[in-house]
């Protein structure tokens, strides 16, 4: 069957969803201290393991991972998967070294369809810079395939030391809670930064979360690459996250004129109108059925990871198949909820939305804030 000429086109994080990649689990190695993160085991001060994941685990992920690729492909949907590069090997770049990389279970921390653009992601972590080298074969398939596709490639930071603030990790809590609306975490302002997944889709609208994953140049860049195309671009904070790293476990946009919320991370005050102000209904999910303690031993995510479902439609969502909580108030929305066990990927940084790039939905460029007062850049 010949492929229609349009391959890459995605607004929003709700329409029908037509084609997605799905994250692979082979290869992945248990992420590294580096400036840009510490990670840490929950129950315990003994290090934190090193070097390549065991078989088994990357099994028990690689299983959920299919599972969900299987559940997709039943309700019509396109799945993709990324190439299962090397990522054992040390790196050695002239400005950093890195005993090994990641994983490519999350496609969404990297690559971000706005459109008809595929971006892939400047990055902030070190293991993780050559991530997107997973997604080339299918970028340059739907570069080849649909004359329309643009693909761009953000600046790649030095992530030398000196891109970081190497104190942020030892600043006590009580510090973090005075400096609350400073937004300064682990990268510095002075390069290019940023995580695909510290951005919501809205059509013509991007909100983006200031984070110790995208910083204030990440999001000046955005907003000078976006504009030109038709985008307005929309800084947004938490400040009560103290460790912010993706939106997607904190405002989750749903269809248009709901948003489920976060809790224990509202807006910084004020910034909630932009979405009262266009009749959008912003709805705090219920606590997760895990406390942050309770995630699994190696998950470095927090237990917020129960918000990130995946829209299959503006009806329809994927959800982990434990949180009951948050199926009855989808349920109660007016959503079909589609369970899916996933906990053995949390350890790989991410859930439902965040193992998921989405390459094509329907729809086109709507306006879901047409009373909006906005300045471009200039
Ligand atoms: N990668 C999403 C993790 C966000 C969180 O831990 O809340």
Redesign the pocket.
Known sequence: MNQPAVRVNSWNEWDPLREIVVGVADNACFEPSEPGYRPALRDTDAPFPTGPKPAEMIDRANAQLDGLAAVLEAQGVTVRRPDAIDLRSALRTPTFEVDNQYCVV?PR?VMITLGNEIVEASMSRRARYFEYQAYRTLVYEYWNADPNMVWTVAPKPTMADSMYRQDFWDWPLAERHARMHESEFCVTQDEVVFDA?DMNRFGRDIVVQESMTTNRAGIRWLKRHLEPRGFRVHPVHFPLDFFP??I???FVPLRPGLILTNPERPLREGEEQMFLGNDWELVDVPQPTSTNEEMPRYCQ??K??SM?VLSISPTKVVCEEREKPLQDLLDKLGFEVVPVPFRDVFEY??SLH?ATWDVNREGTAEDYFPDLDYTPVV
């Open positions: 999350c921390d997944a790293s993706h997607d476990c904190t995510s927090s917020w990871l990130n940084g991410g965040c």
